[in-house]
T-cell receptor, first 112, second 114 residues
Framework: QQQVKQSPQSLIVQKGGIPIINCAYE??????FPWYQQFPGKGPALLIAIRPDVSEKKEGRFTISFNKSAKQFSLHIMDSQPGDSATYFC???????????FGKGTKLSVIP | EPEVTQTPSHQVTQMGQEVILRCVPI?????FYWYRQILGQKVEFLVS????????KSEIFDDQFSVERPDGSNFTLKIRSTKLEDSAMYFCASSSLGGRTEQFFGPGTRLTVL
């Protein structure tokens, strides 16, 4: 019930491509869905977050799509750059809870 | 830009020894967290702390673990008697509000238990 399932485990795209990372959850009490970006040797950093009252949110080249009925959400990175090469984690949190439940992460490599 | 800092960056210890991992959260934040990431696995929640007490903890956070805010700036995680399976990266995080707000993560402490 508390799990967040993330796929793919790794992803390689050419510069300018649009990598898509998918996450699915089971707990209907989740109502906050952030994406974190992690570079080697650093802690996770918040990239973008969405709440279930909207189906899409864009910030710069990053877009979250949210499907409440399917309990799925995804991250799209437009015009990907080599500097986007990092590990991306989806996460979820529920009302009244302080904890973030993370997916297993996706290692993205953007090749020039 | 304010950031969460953690010390040490790498700690090596013998099984059965006590370790204390230290964190300095962002100064005006009120909520503090510890997470861990075993190599190759996902980031897992351990505990949250607010108003000088634990507000939530996971099943991982058993009696071997404790947290403390000994002064106005530090936040510590103590593992009383380390086990091999405690080897992981430990992340401290803080947030200005609880619940559905951004948690800012530190760079982590890599704990190796031999």
């Amino acid at each position: 019930q508390q799990q967040v399932k993330q796929s793919p485990q790794s992803l390689i795209v050419q510069k300018g491509g649009i990598p898509i990372i998918n996450c699915a959850y089971e707990n209907t009490a989740f109502d906050y869905f952030p994406w974190y970006q992690q570079f080697p040797g650093k802690g996770p950093a918040l990239l973008i977050a969405i709440r279930p009252d909207v189906s899409e949110k864009k910030e710069g080249r990053f877009t979250i799509s949210f499907n409440k009925s399917a309990k799925q959400f995804s991250l799209h990175i437009m015009d990907s750059q080599p500097g986007d090469s990092a590990t991306y984690f989806c996460a979820a949190s529920g009302a009244g809870s302080y904890q973030l439940t993370f997916g297993k992460g996706t290692k993205l490599s953007v090749i020039p | 830009e304010p950031e969460v800092t953690q010390t040490p960056s790498h700690q090596v210890t013998q099984m059965g020894q006590e370790v204390i991992l230290r964190c300095v959260p962002i100064s005006n934040h009120l909520y503090f967290y510890w997470y861990r990431q075993i190599l190759g696995q996902k980031v897992e929640f351990l505990v949250s702390f607010y108003n000088n007490e634990i507000s939530e903890k996971s099943e991982i956070f058993d009696d071997q673990f404790s947290v403390e805010r000994p002064d106005g700036s530090n936040f510590t995680l103590k593992i009383r008697s380390t086990k091999l399976e405690d080897s992981a990266m430990y992340f401290c995080a803080s947030s200005s509000l609880g619940g559905r707000t951004e948690q800012f993560f530190g760079p982590g402490t890599r704990l190796t238990v031999l």
